[in-house]
């Protein structure tokens, strides 16, 4: 098993959108022969699926007023 961590500059990365592309990354350019585990935390952060319209989804109001993220990822599925 290969443990990849999002870590720069010997500071743990805890921005969500870096951390969805190092996965995508990974994913498509890193071929490995075992299993990877890629174990990150985020900052506070809304993810949503791949073909979701923000402008319903998200309540930017909320996102606004918290100082929060929002990020698409690479793949469909509901908002998190």
Same mark, same amino acid.
């Given at each position: 098993? *290969?443990?990849?961590? %999002?870590?720069?500059?010997?500071?743990?990365?805890?921005?969500? !959108? +870096?951390?969805?592309?190092?996965?995508?990354?990974?994913?498509?350019?890193?071929?490995?022969?075992?299993?990877?585990?890629?174990? *990150?935390?985020?900052? %506070?952060?809304?993810?949503?699926?791949?073909?979701?319209?923000? !402008? +319903?989804?998200?309540?930017?109001?909320?996102?606004?007023?918290?100082?929060?993220?929002?990020?698409?990822?690479?793949?469909?599925?509901?908002?998190?």
């Amino acid at each position: 098993m *290969y443990l990849i961590e %999002p870590i720069r500059n010997g500071e743990y990365i805890t921005d969500g !959108a +870096i951390a969805l592309a190092m996965q995508v990354y990974v994913n498509q350019n890193i071929f490995l022969d075992d299993d990877i585990l890629f174990p *990150y935390y985020c900052d %506070p952060k809304v993810e949503i699926g791949r073909f979701q319209n923000t !402008a +319903i989804e998200v309540n930017q109001d909320y996102i606004d007023k918290h100082s929060s993220q929002v990020v698409r990822r690479d793949t469909g599925g509901g908002a998190v």
